[in-house]
T-cell receptor
Framework: EDQVTQSPEALRLQEGESSSLNCSYTVSGLRGLFWYRQDPGKGPEFLFTLYSAGEEKEKERLKATLTKKESFLHITAPKPEDSATYLCAVHDNYGQNFVFGPGTRLSVLP | DVKVTQSSRYLVKRTGEKVFLECVQDMDHENMFWYRQDPGLGLRLIYFSYDVKMKEKGDIPEGYSVSREKKERFSLILESASTNQTSMYLC???????????????FGEGSRLTVL
């Protein structure tokens, strides 16, 4: 059974203080790993897809990396508008479902 | 831009009422999904549909049914709402890119249902 865990559960950063969020997964054949951002009361917004170990993707202050067991979302010099819950999800080779992690709630203080 | 529209952002219903949640996507996506999201439990799949009139149970289908009569529209039905179905419901759609590739899910804004 596919499983996704995320750590930490919550993270408080000062503006400009870089950090990383972790997503650990077990999956029977990875088809893709996804990162989403979710603001309170809204639906998740797609950020990145990673397909294979060693792959990296960047968007503004965010950089996602992937190994065979985990993915990291690095946040460089965050701003208060980066405050949100970040969700990780995996899609395996055998079905249509995406398995989501519980999320990391990020707060960036000015 | 892909747009997934959920008909109601907030609903309040009474126990035993029938509830319809509607979702429409405008990108001709084959796959559509209904999730519910609860604190501490994350997103859990209720049902998905990979084509018109086709549906598959997800992880928590009990107490729910779905309908997909047209490609762009996927409805979630609660035949007799109960208090434990109070939750945020999220619809998503996805392009089917075949068995060797995967497309991301695009989500609607969510429907927050409260059952009293």
């Amino acid at each position: 059974e596919d499983q996704v865990t995320q750590s930490p559960e919550a993270l408080r950063l000062q503006e400009g203080e870089s950090s990383s969020l972790n997503c650990s997964y077990t999956v029977s054949g990875l088809r893709g790993l996804f990162w989403y951002r979710q603001d309170p009361g809204k639906g998740p917004e797609f950020l990145f897809t990673l397909y294979s170990a060693g792959e990296e993707k960047e968007k503004e202050r965010l950089k996602a990396t992937l190994t065979k067991k985990e993915s990291f979302l690095h946040i460089t010099a965050p701003k208060p508008e980066d405050s949100a819950t970040y969700l990780c999800a995996v899609h395996d080779n055998y079905g249509q479902n995406f398995v989501f992690g519980p999320g990391t709630r990020l707060s960036v203080l000015p | 831009d892909v747009k997934v529209t959920q008909s109601s952002r907030y609903l309040v219903k009474r126990t035993g009422e029938k509830v319809f949640l509607e979702c429409v996507q405008d990108m001709d996506h084959e796959n559509m999904f209904w999730y519910r999201q609860d604190p501490g439990l994350g997103l859990r799949l209720i049902y998905f549909s990979y084509d018109v009139k086709m549906k598959e149970k997800g992880d928590i289908p009990e107490g729910y049914s779905v309908s997909r009569e047209k490609k762009e529209r996927f409805s979630l039905i609660l035949e007799s709402a109960s208090t434990n179905q109070t939750s945020m419901y999220l619809c998503a759609s996805r392009m089917d890119r075949g068995p060797t590739n995967t497309g991301e899910l695009f989500f609607g804004e969510g429907s927050r249902l409260t059952v009293l």
